[in-house]
C-alpha cells in the first residue's frame, strides 16, 4: 500500500508524545512503544527487513536519552529520585548495556523480535499480577546493585527501554516506595541510553543497505521528531504520576505493550 510521505513526519512526533508521557508517569523510556511502532513503519517505509529490528532499536535507545533527561529532573523536583541507589548501580547498568549491544547486533531481525515480544510479555505479566515483596525485603549492597545494574542494562540494551520495565519491578519487590521507584527508575534510564546508543552507532557504522540519514543504527529524522516533542510530554507525565491511580495505568499499559509486540511480529512475519 503506497502511503505519502507526509504521514511519516506525522507519525513521529505522535510516537514522541505517547513515549514522554508514559516515561514520566511510569519511569520507562518508552521502548516497549517505540520499537514495534518504529519497526512497523520502517517496514511499511521499504527499508531493509534485515535492518528493520536493529534500526528501531538504536533510534528507540538514541530518542531514550532525552526523554530520560527531562523525566529525570522532573521526578528530581519531586524529590522522588533516590541518589545513592543510581549511583551504585550505575558502573553495571553502563558495562551491561554496552556489551549487550554487540551480541544485538550479530543477531538477525527475527530473533531480536521474537526476544522483545517475550519480553514484553513477561514485563506485561508481571504488571498485570502486581505481586507484594515481603515486608522484611530490602534493596541489596553495592555488590548486588552492581550484578542489578548488568542484568537490567543487558536486557535494556536487547530490547532498546530505559530500563523501567525492570528497574521499578525490582525496587518495589525490595519495598521502595513507588513513586521512588519510578523516579529512581527514570534516572538509572539516562546511563543505560547514553551507553546503548553509543553501542548502536558504533556496531551500524560499517553496515551496507540503511537508508539514507542513518547514524550507525539511528535513523535521525525519526529521533528527531520523537525527541523534540517526548521532552514536552515526559514531565506532564511525571507530575501526573503522583496524581493518578499509577497501578490501574499500568494494567492498561500492560496490555497496550502485548498488542505493539503482536503487531510487530505481524509486521515481520505477517503476509
Same mark, same amino acid.
Given at each position: ?68 533527561? &527531562?523525566? !529525570? ?35 538477525? &531481525? ?30 541489596? @549492597?553495592?555488590? @548486588? ?37 519510578? @523516579?529512581? &527508575? ?9 551507553? @546503548? ?9 560499517? +553496515? ?47 496490555? +497496550?505493550?502485548?498488542?505493539? &509486540? ?5 509486521? !515481520?512475519?505477517?503476509?
Amino acid at each position: 500500500m503506497s502511503v505519502s510521505p507526509d504521514l511519516w513526519w506525522l507519525s513521529y512526533p505522535l510516537l514522541g508524545a505517547a513515549v514522554g508521557f508514559f516515561a514520566g508517569l511510569l519511569g520507562v523510556g518508552g521502548g516497549g512503544i517505540m520499537v514495534p511502532v518504529l519497526a512497523s513503519l520502517f517496514a511499511a517505509q521499504g527499508f531493509a527487513a534485515d535492518k528493520l529490528v536493529h534500526m528501531a532499536l538504536g533510534t528507540s535507545m538514541a530518542s531514550i536519552v532525552m526523554t530520560s533527561l &527531562s523525566s !529525570l529532573r522532573s521526578h528530581h523536583r519531586h524529590g522522588a529520585v533516590l541518589w545513592p541507589v543510581v549511583r551504585r548501580i550505575t558502573p553495571g547498568i553502563l558495562i551491561g548495556t554496552f556489551a549487550a549491544t554487540f551480541v544485538a547486533s550479530h543477531l538477525n &531481525s527475527a530473533a531480536l523480535a521474537i526476544f522483545f515480544a517475550c519480553f514484553m510479555a513477561y514485563v506485561a505479566m508481571q504488571m498485570l499480577l502486581n505481586a507484594k515483596p515481603k515486608p522484611s525485603r530490602e534493596l541489596p @549492597g553495592r555488590g @548486588g546493585l552492581t550484578i542489578a545494574g548488568l542484568t537490567i542494562g543487558a536486557v535494556s540494551a536487547l530490547v532498546a527501554i530505559g530500563g523501567g520495565s525492570l528497574s521499578v519491578p525490582f525496587m518495589t519487590w525490595c519495598n521502595v516506595r513507588i513513586q521512588n521507584a519510578i @523516579g529512581t &527508575s527514570a534516572a538509572i534510564g539516562l546511563p543505560i541510553a547514553v551507553a @546503548g546508543t553509543l553501542g548502536y552507532v558504533i556496531n551500524g557504522w560499517q +553496515v551496507q543497505g540503511t537508508p539514507p540519514l542513518t547514524f550507525g543504527f539511528i535513523y535521525l529524522p525519526a529521533f528527531a521528531l520523537i525527541t523534540l516533542v517526548s521532552t514536552l510530554t515526559a514531565p506532564l507525565g511525571a507530575r501526573l504520576a503522583h496524581r493518578l491511580p499509577v497501578g490501574a495505568l499500568k494494567k492498561i499499559f500492560a496490555g +497496550v505493550l502485548v498488542l505493539l &509486540s503482536v503487531k510487530m511480529l505481524h509486521s !515481520l512475519f505477517g503476509s
